[in-house]
């Protein structure tokens, strides 16, 4: 069955840590995979897209992995701050198909 | 720029009744728009996605319905709500290539009781 695994529910780091999320997925082909960052009661807010060809993709302090073999993709926020607390969804886009399935998503906690 | 408008932003129905949600997209055209679910706790349900005008496409076999009667405008329907319709509503817009991702609504609360 199709399944996309985000590595935990919640992640408590310190202030000035780097966070490191993990999106697993079976039995999908994405085109793209996709994080948002989500705050409660808020709708989704898009942050990175990174393409099946591409390995790595960074904005600011932000940095997305992708790994096609692995079916994996790893999501970094460095030097955190209490600001960066939300919950993170990573979503695949099949292109083919005018949808996009999302993970659970993980709730980050950056204490101060 | 483009914005998306959704609402209501919260509400409370009893079961058996009818709901209506209403989604606009602003400052694009031809938008491929989407409604989708979240339960507490838990990920992003698709529901209806549409890539124009009376074209609906659904993945969620429910009493929920969808319609697109105008270029940047999406409707989620309900002839009568049950206890599991309960959830956060959230509408969303994308370019046809979706480089860009997904645009949210800034959803709507349903409590069903």
């Known amino acids: 069955s199709q399944k996309i695994e985000q590595n935990s529910e919640a992640l408590n780091i310190q202030e000035g840590k780097t966070a490191t999320l993990t999106c697993n997925y079976t039995?999908?082909?994405?085109?793209?995979l996709q994080w948002y960052r989500q705050d409660p009661g808020r709708g989704p807010v898009f942050l990175l897209l990174?393409?099946?060809?591409?390995k790595e993709k960074r904005k600011e302090r932000l940095k997305v992995t992708f790994d096609t073999t692995l079916k994996q993709s790893l999501f970094h926020i460095t030097a955190s701050q209490p600001a960066d607390s939300a919950t993170y969804l990573c979503?695949?886009?099949?292109?083919?198909?005018?949808?996009?399935?999302f993970g659970a998503g993980t709730r980050l906690t950056v204490k101060p | 720029s483009q914005t998306i408008h959704q609402w209501p932003a919260t509400l409370v129905q009893p079961v058996g009744s009818p709901l209506s949600l209403e989604c606009t997209v602003e400052?694009?055209?031809?938008?491929?728009l989407y409604w989708y679910r979240q339960a507490a706790g838990r990920g992003l349900q698709l529901l209806f996605y549409?890539?124009?005008?009376?074209?609906i496409s659904s993945e969620v076999p429910q009493n929920l319905s969808a319609s697109r009667p105008q270029d940047r405008q999406f409707i989620l329907s309900s002839k009568k709500l049950l206890l599991s319709d309960s959830g956060f509503y959230l509408c969303?817009?994308?370019?046809?290539?979706?480089?860009?991702?997904?645009?949210f609504g800034s959803g709507t609360r349903l409590t069903v009781v």
């Open positions: 039995n999908y082909s994405p085109a793209y």
């Open positions: 990174i393409r099946e060809n591409e």
């Open positions: 969303a817009w994308s370019g046809s290539g979706r480089s860009r991702g997904y645009t």
């Open positions: 400052g694009t055209s031809n938008p491929n």
């Open positions: 979503a695949l886009d099949m292109y083919n198909n005018n949808d996009m399935r």
């Open positions: 549409s890539v124009g005008i009376g074209q």
